[in-house]
Nanobody, 123 residues
């Protein structure tokens, strides 16, 4: 069983930056595919970024603004969010996939989820 805990959300002005962290426990972190998803009010959960041993992948709407990376020594994944826009306002979730070696953009492929952290971008 893998436990995930996000942190780093908050309120930021448009154009600003935030760094989200996802601390994990209970699994072989270096082998996990780590993903970030988000869900805005009234909308479905959507893929943001994912990191695996095969590489990283991003949703088109965050390319050039967000960076995902991991620190295997700390069992933690990160999402650096720059040039934030009001439309980035959402609850951000980290997720772990222990079945695959390649990053997936489908939420159904992830086995474990954090509780989410709120990101609010003021315009």
């Amino acid at each position: 069983q893998v436990q995930l805990e996000e942190s780093g959300g908050g309120l930021v002005q448009g154009g600003g930056s935030l760094r989200l962290s996802c601390a994990t426990s209970g699994g072989a972190f270096s082998t996990l595919v780590m993903g970030w998803f988000r869900q805005a009010p009234g909308k479905e959960r959507e893929f943001v970024a994912a990191d695996s041993r095969s590489g990283v992948t991003y949703a088109e709407f965050v390319k050039g603004r967000f960076i995902i990376w991991r620190d295997n020594a700390k069992n933690t994944a990160y999402l650096q969010m720059n040039s934030l826009k009001s439309e980035d306002t959402a609850v951000y979730y980290c997720a772990a996939d222990q079945q695959r070696s390649r990053a997936s953009s489908y939420s159904r492929d992830y086995d474990y989820w954090g509780q989410g952290t709120q990101v609010t971008v003021s315009s």
